[in-house]
C-alpha cells in the first residue's frame, strides 16, 4: 500500500486521481496540430525521392504550377538563396532541408508543394517531375568504412570517410587483463534493429508567419518548444526572425516517445515558405512518410562479452559498437554524449572492470538515432547486459536468477558508483526479482518446464533485472546545443487560492496536468482539482528543455516541489504575522499552519494566499508566485525485476506469452494508476521490438516494410495482459524522491521476452536470437543449424 | 463536384463535395469535427473510426459521397451535450487513454462492439478493437474501460477502477 499525507480532497502524492486531462479527449475536444485551423490558411505536401543514393538533374514544376489552387513548388535551390536549405541537427551535425543536387535516402524531402487545400497540394506533389541519376546506395553500415566505400558527406569540409564519431569510456589494457585471466568469457554478436516510434499522430505543424508584426507562431508537434524555438531562432536569426519574433505552441501531442525531439525538414520549409507568402502554412505528414523519413530508433550493432569465474561471479564486461546513423547523426542525445547513456551497460551487477567503444558511421537510410521511449541509448545497454548475463547463465549451468541476485548491486552499497563512472542513486534489486518471482511462481514455472521438456514442448522462462539511467540531467555534464539541461517550474496562487502552474516540459499523454498538481498539492495543501496545469507555449511557460527520457518528474517535478516550497516558506511567514507568533512556533500539516500546542489558533493556505494579496505585512513582497530553475544534483537509476513466460508451438514456432510480471521501482510513486498505465504502455512497447517491429530495407536501398500494413505494431491481440507491482526505493537527492518510470518498461521488457525465448530453445543449443524474435527466424535458425 | 445529405450525430447537412473526397476529410474538415482523427494512410490504424448507420467504419476509407443518405455518429454526438456516454466514463475511470489520439476511434468502435455483444469476453475485446492502434496504453485498461462500460450498461454493479498490484 502507498501511504498518502494528504487526504482525497487535496488529492497530493500516492493518490490514484482521475486525470484531469481526459475530460477534453474523451469528448473529442482535445486539440491536436491537425485541428487548427487559420484564416487563409494554405497547405503544404512533399516530393520525396524514390531513391536512397541519387543526383537529382532536374525539378520540373511546371505542371505543379498549372494545378488549380497550387501557389508555389519550393525547392533547395529556391531555399539556397536564404541560406536556409541546410540546417544543424542537435548532435551540431547538419541535415538537409532540402537538397539542392543530391539525395541520401529513400524518402527524403525533395521539393514542397503549396496550395489551398490538401487535396490540391497532393495533385501537385503528384505533377512535379524529378530527374535523378541513382547510384549505388551504402545499406550495410559495416560497408561503410571500407575503403572502396563512396565517401557520403563529400559536403563537410575535409572529409575523408565515413566515420562520424568515436567514443569509448573504461580501460581498454584492464578489461583486457580480466579477461585473459578468466576462467570462463561469453561473447555474443547482437543487433539491435531500426525501429520507429510510430506514435499514433504523426508529425505536423502550421507556420503562421506575421508580416506586419514581423511575428512567427509555430504550432507544431514538439516535445520541446522551447528548445525549438532557440534553434529556429538559430536557423532563421540571419533573416530577420530572432528568439522574441518566435512563438512555439506545442498543443495536444498524439503520442512522441522521442520522434517529437528533432526538427524535420518539413517544420523549417513550412516556416519558409509562411515567411515568403505571409500566409499560415499547414504540414501534415502522412504514416508512411512518418515511417519512412523522420527520425529512427536504435540500430546498434554490439559485441558483447562477459568474464566471470566458473561459479558465475561476473569479473568485467566489454562492449564494442558499430552505430548506423543513416546519412547525418540526428540523434537527440545530450552534447557530451553521442552515445547517450549507453555506459550503464554494465547493469545491476557489482564488479569493478568494463569497457565499452563505439563507433558511428553514415549510411544511405533516413537519420536519427532518437529513443523509443527510452532515456538516449538505455535499451540497447539493458539488451547487451541482460542477453550477455543469460548467456553466462547458460554457459556455467546455473539458474539465471540465481547468478542475478549473486552478482546484483546489495542496497547497502547505494550511491554506488558503476565501473563506467555514474552514481547509482538507490535500489534494491534483491526485493524486486524475489517480488517478481514469487509473483508468478517461477520455481513452480521451473519444474513445470522440465516436464514440458520431457514431453518436447518448447516452453521458455526469462528475466530481465535492468537498471536506467534517467533525468538528464546535472548541468555540468549535460546539455543540448549548449543548453543545459535544467528544468522548470512556475507557480502562481490567485487571490482565492488556485493555482496556475507552467512548467518546461510537454506532456505527450504522460499526464502531466494531473500528476504536477499533485506534486504541488501535495507541498502546499491546494487541492489538485484547483491546480491548472499549463505547458508548451513558450510565450507564458518558463524556459525549459522538453519532456523524453523520462526527464520531467525527475527535473520539472522537482522544480514544482522547489516552487512550492518558496511558497510555503512564504506561507509561513504570513502566517507567523497574522497569528502573531514567531515562525518557529508554527507548525505545517498540508494546507495549513497551526501554532505548536494550540492547534486551534491556524490559518489554512487559502487564508494566508489571501493575506498575500489583502493583508500582507509591510516590507513583504505582495502577490504569491515562485519559478524554480531545478538543476539536479544527479541521475536518477529506476531500476525493475520483470519475468516473462512463453510458449513455443514446437511446429508452427508462434510464440505466446503466457505471462509478464513486472516489478519496477521508480522511488515515490507520485499517482499509481498513472504509473501503472505508463508501465502498461511501455511493456507493450518493449514486446514491440523484441516479436513485431524492424525497419527492413534492402540492398537497393527501398524500404520494405514503411506502412502499418507491414510494420507490426502490437494490437490489443499481440498485447499480453500485463502483470505490474512495485518496491520503493526513493531517489535520495530528489525532493521527493520520484525517480521517473515511462520508459522503465521499454527497456525492461525486450530482453525478458528475448531471453524466455531463447531459454526455450536451448533444449536446442541456441544461445543468442535478434530481437524481433519471429516464428519465421526460429525456423530459419534451427534448420540452418540442422536441428530441424 | 456531388451534392450530398448526411445526417451527422442527429444533424442533417446538405452540401457540394468533390468527388473523391474523404469521409474523414469531410467530418474534420468541413464539419469542423476534428474529435475524429488520422492515424495513418491505409486503413490500419483505426483513429478515425466512426458509426455509418450504426456500424463501425474506418472513414478515411470511406467516400463522403458513399456516406449519402446515411448517419453518422462520431465521438461528439456519443452523448447527449453535458453528459457522458458509459464509453466515455469508462474510460476516464480507468485510465483507457493517455494522449488521447487513439481514443474517439476506439470508443466508437467499443460502442459498437457493446452494442451487439453487451457482455464480451477479454478475449472478445481484445479482437473486437484490434483494427484499432494505441501506442501509450498497452491496452490493459482499454480493456477494462470497456468491460466498465459494459457493465454500466448492462445496469450491473460497476467493476473497481483501483488499480491492481502484484
Ligand atoms: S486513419 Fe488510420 S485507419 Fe483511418
Ligand atoms: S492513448 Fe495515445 S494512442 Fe492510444
Given at each position: ?38 484564416p ?16 537529382i ?60 487545400s ?25 560497408k ?37 585471466n ?58 530577420g526572425?530572432?528568439e ?10 498524439g ?12 517544420y ?14 499547414k ?8 515511417l ?35 546519412y ?35 549510411t ?50 547505494f ?8 552514481e ?21 514455472l ?24 534517467v ?32 512548467f ?19 507541498e ?14 513558450t ?43 514567531s515562525e518557529e ?27 498575500a ?42 510464440i505466446?506469452?503466457r ?32 516479436m ?5 530495407y ?40 520520484a525517480?521517473?518510470v ?6 525492461g ?35 540452418d543449424?540442422?536441428?530441424? | ?83 457522458l456516454?458509459?464509453?466515455?466514463e ?26 451487439n455483444?453487451?457482455?464480451p ?46
Amino acid at each position: 500500500m502507498i501511504q498518502c499525507k494528504t487526504s482525497k480532497a487535496i488529492s497530493g502524492m500516492g493518490h490514484s486521481m482521475k486525470r484531469k486531462e481526459d475530460a477534453r479527449f474523451i469528448q473529442g475536444k482535445g486539440n491536436y496540430v491537425d485541428d487548427i485551423k487559420l484564416p487563409g490558411m494554405l497547405y503544404m505536401d512533399i516530393v520525396r525521392s524514390p531513391y536512397a543514393y541519387a543526383k537529382i538533374k532536374k525539378i520540373n514544376t511546371e505542371a505543379a504550377l498549372k494545378i488549380p489552387g497550387v501557389v508555389a513548388v519550393v525547392t533547395g535551390k529556391d531555399l539556397e538563396q536564404y541560406n536556409l536549405h541546410w540546417m544543424p541537427t542537435l548532435m551540431s551535425d547538419t541535415q538537409m532541408v532540402l537538397p539542392t543536387d543530391t539525395v541520401m535516402y529513400q524518402a527524403q524531402e525533395v521539393a514542397a508543394v503549396i496550395a489551398t487545400s490538401r487535396y490540391a497540394a497532393r495533385d501537385g506533389k503528384e505533377a512535379v517531375i524529378v530527374e535523378y541519376e541513382p547510384m549505388k546506395p551504402l545499406m550495410d553500415p559495416y560497408k561503410s568504412l571500407n575503403d572502396d566505400a563512396p565517401i557520403l558527406r563529400p559536403d563537410k569540409p575535409g572529409k575523408t570517410d565515413n566515420h562520424i564519431w568515436h567514443w569509448q569510456a573504461g580501460s581498454r589494457e584492464e578489461t583486457e587483463a580480466v579477461f585473459s585471466n578468466a576462467d570462463v568469457v561469453v561473447k555474443e554478436q547482437m543487433h539491435i534493429p531500426r525501429i520507429h516510434v510510430a506514435s499514433i499522430e504523426t508529425c505536423g505543424c502550421v507556420a503562421d508567419y506575421d508580416k506586419v508584426d514581423n511575428h512567427l507562431t509555430m504550432y507544431m508537434t514538439t516535445q520541446a518548444p522551447h528548445a525549438i524555438r532557440t534553434v529556429i531562432a538559430l536557423v532563421a536569426g540571419h533573416v530577420g526572425l530572432t528568439e522574441e519574433k518566435i512563438r512555439v505552441i506545442s498543443p495536444d501531442i498524439g503520442g512522441g516517445f522521442g520522434g517529437k525531439v528533432p526538427v524535420y525538414p518539413g517544420y523549417v520549409i513550412a516556416i519558409a515558405v509562411s515567411f515568403l507568402v505571409g500566409k499560415p502554412v499547414k504540414w501534415i505528414e502522412d504514416r508512411s512518410e512518418n515511417l519512412q523519413a523522420d527520425s529512427f530508433a536504435r540500430d546498434y550493432h554490439i559485441t558483447a562479452e562477459m568474464a566471470a569465474t566458473k561459479e558465475g561471479k561476473i569479473l568485467a564486461t566489454r562492449f564494442k559498437i558499430l552505430a548506423d546513423h543513416g546519412y547525418t547523426d540526428a540523434a537527440a542525445n545530450p552534447s557530451k554524449f553521442p552515445i547517450g547513456m549507453f555506459s550503464v551497460c554494465t547493469g545491476s551487477y557489482d564488479y569493478p572492470t568494463s569497457f565499452v567503444e563505439a563507433d558511428a558511421v553514415y549510411t544511405n537510410k533516413p537519420p536519427g538515432g532518437v529513443a523509443y521511449r527510452c532515456s538516449f541509448r538505455v535499451t540497447e545497454a539493458v539488451h547487451a547486459i541482460e542477453r550477455i548475463t543469460d548467456r553466462l547463465a547458460f554457459e556455467i549451468g546455473k539458474d539465471p536468477a540465481k547468478l542475478r541476485i549473486e552478482n546484483f548491486i546489495q542496497k547497502d552499497q547505494f550511491p554506488y558508483k558503476s565501473p563506467l563512472g555514474w552514481e547509482y542513486d538507490s535500489g534494491d534489486y534483491v526485493a524486486g526479482l524475489e517480488k517478481a518471482m514469487n509473483a508468478i511462481d517461477y520455481d513452480g514455472l521451473r519444474a513445470e518446464q522440465v516436464e514440458k521438456r520431457k514431453k518436447g514442448e518448447l516452453m521458455g522462462i526469462g528475466i530481465s533485472t535492468f537498471t536506467e539511467i534517467v533525468g538528464a540531467g546535472p548541468s555540468k555534464d549535460f546539455d543540448i546545443l549548449g543548453i543545459k539541461m535544467f528544468d522548470s517550474a512556475e507557480i502562481r496562487v490567485h487571490p482565492t487560492g488556485k493555482a496556475i502552474a507552467r512548467f518546461g516540459t510537454k506532456s505527450q499523454g504522460q499526464g502531466h496536468e494531473t500528476t504536477y498538481a499533485q506534486i504541488i498539492a501535495e507541498e502546499l495543501g491546494i487541492p489538485a482539482e484547483h491546480i491548472q496545469v499549463e505547458e508548451g507555449d513558450t510565450d507564458t511557460a518558463p524556459y525549459g528543455l522538453g519532456t523524453y527520457a523520462s526527464r520531467s518528474t525527475p527535473t520539472a517535478g522537482a522544480a514544482a516541489v522547489m516552487a512550492a516550497r518558496k511558497l510555503r516558506d512564504k506561507a509561513r511567514k504570513i502566517a507567523a504575522y497574522l497569528l502573531e507568533v514567531s515562525e518557529e512556533d508554527l507548525e505545517w500539516e498540508p494546507g495549513k499552519f497551526s501554532v505548536k500546542g494550540a492547534p486551534e489558533k491556524s490559518k489554512t493556505i487559502q487564508e494566508l494566499v489571501f493575506a498575500a494579496y489583502t493583508n500582507h505585512p509591510q516590507g513583504m513582497e505582495a502577490g504569491f508566485e515562485a519559478t524554480h530553475y531545478y538543476d539536479p544534483p544527479n541521475l536518477t537509476f529506476p531500476s525493475g525485476a520483470y519475468i516473462c513466460v512463453v510458449d513455443i508451438d514446437s511446429e508452427t514456432f508462434e510464440i505466446k506469452v503466457r505471462r509478464f510480471v513486472a516489478i519496477d521501482d521508480c522511488g515515490h510513486i507520485i499517482n499509481p494508476m498513472i504509473v501503472q498505465g505508463q508501465v502498461h504502455g511501455g511493456l507493450t512497447q518493449g514486446i514491440a521490438p523484441a516479436m513485431y517491429e524492424e525497419l527492413i530495407y534492402d540492398e537497393a536501398g527501398n524500404i520494405l516494410n514503411g506502412t502499418l500494413m507491414d510494420y507490426l505494431v502490437p494490437t490489443a491481440v499481440e498485447s499480453p495482459k500485463w502483470e505490474t507491482g512495485h518496491v520503493i526505493t526513493p531517489s535520495p537527492h530528489h525532493p521527493i524522491g520520484a525517480k521517473g518510470v515511462g520508459e522503465s518498461p521499454t527497456v525492461g521488457a525486450p530482453p525478458a521476452i528475448a531471453n524466455a525465448i531463447v531459454d526455450a530453445l536451448s533444449v536446442y543449443g541456441v544461445t543468442h536470437m535478434d530481437i524481433p524474435i519471429t516464428p519465421y527466424k526460429i525456423w530459419k535458425k534451427l534448420k540452418d543449424t540442422g536441428k530441424i | 463536384m456531388k451534392e450530398i445529405t448526411i445526417t451527422v450525430n442527429g444533424t442533417a447537412h446538405t452540401l457540394q463535395v468533390e468527388n473523391r473526397l474523404l469521409l474523414v476529410h469531410f467530418i474534420r474538415e468541413v464539419l469542423n469535427l476534428t474529435g475524429t482523427h488520422i492515424g495513418c494512410d491505409t486503413s490500419s490504424c483505426g483513429a478515425c473510426t466512426i458509426l455509418l448507420n450504426g456500424k463501425s467504419v474506418k472513414s478515411c476509407t470511406v467516400l463522403a459521397v458513399q456516406a449519402n443518405g446515411k448517419e453518422i455518429q462520431t465521438v461528439e454526438g456519443l452523448a447527449p451535450e453535458g453528459s457522458l456516454h458509459p464509453l466515455q466514463e469508462g474510460f476516464k475511470e480507468n485510465h483507457g487513454l493517455h494522449c488521447g489520439f487513439c481514443t474517439p476511434g476506439m470508443m466508437m468502435r467499443a460502442s459498437e462492439l457493446l452494442q451487439n455483444n453487451p457482455n464480451p469476453t477479454e478475449d472478445e475485446i481484445r479482437w473486437g478493437i484490434s483494427g484499432n492502434l494505441c501506442r501509450c496504453t498497452g491496452y490493459n485498461n482499454i480493456v477494462k474501460a470497456i468491460q466498465y462500460a459494459g457493465a454500466k450498461i448492462r445496469g450491473e454493479e460497476l467493476p473497481s477502477t483501483e488499480p491492481e498490484f502484484v
